[in-house]
């Protein structure tokens, strides 16, 4: 296509489909956590357009917060080992949490992620991502919300980036195995 930046092979998802994948996800969410406050716990950066997009089809009242983590490891791999870069604002204890990623891959990020949340004993804890590359899962991770199921290629856009750009895309993209220098097919 014309309007697809250089590196991006093919559209996975289009901005019309996240879309209406989002709203879906937004009345699920609702109906689950209706008689209580819930907290959106984003996942910097990768949470950041997908959340925003989110919060506004959750029509009951809520509160977000975030956090980011670094794993070490290079840019495709997680060797699960992690830090947290940036904490939340608020106490946990007693809340219903739900975690809000981009993408979950290995699991490496979202496991250390729950295990840390965990210890500060909230009511509940979950996780809904826009994203699922299960066929990469290395820790098992449950999903309760889960926008798509994608197989094992380089997404961006809508978040997601690699080495930082392409996250303002409006869609979900491939990028070239040769930018990414990566055929792990
Ligand atoms: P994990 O392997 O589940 O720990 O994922 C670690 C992080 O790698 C994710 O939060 C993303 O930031 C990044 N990541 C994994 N797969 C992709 C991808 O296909 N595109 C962009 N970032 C990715
Ligand atoms: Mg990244």
């Not at 950066?45 to 009951?60: E, H, T, W």
């Not at 965990?118 to 899962?137: G, I």
């Not at 930082?164 to 990566?182: A, D, F, K, M």
Request: hydrophobic share 45%; with cysteine.
């Amino acid at each position: 296509m014309d309007d697809m930046p250089d590196n991006i092979v093919e559209i996975l998802i289009s901005q019309q489909a996240v879309e209406r994948r989002i709203a879906e996800m937004g009345r699920e969410i609702a109906a689950a956590y209706q008689d209580s406050l819930p907290l959106l716990v984003g996942v910097l950066k990768g949470c950041m357009i997908f959340m925003s997009d989110l919060v506004k089809q959750i029509d009951i009242p809520l509160e977000i917060d975030f956090i980011s983590a670094m794993s070490y490891g290079g840019v495709q791999k997680s060797s699960g080992a992690a830090r947290i870069t940036k904490d939340l604002d608020c106490v946990i204890e007693g809340r219903d949490v739900l975690l809000i990623e981009g993408i979950v891959d290995t699991g490496m990020t979202a496991g250390y992620l729950l295990r840390n949340l965990q210890a500060r004993q909230p009511r509940s804890l979950r996780v809904c991502t826009l994203l699922d590359k299960e066929v990469r899962r290395i820790v098992k991770i449950p999903i309760s919300f889960r926008g798509f199921s994608v197989p094992d290629r380089f997404l961006v856009g809508y978040g997601l980036d690699f080495r930082q750009l392409y996250r303002n895309l409006p869609y979900i993209g491939v990028l070239s195995n040769e930018i990414t220098g990566l055929d792990r097919r």
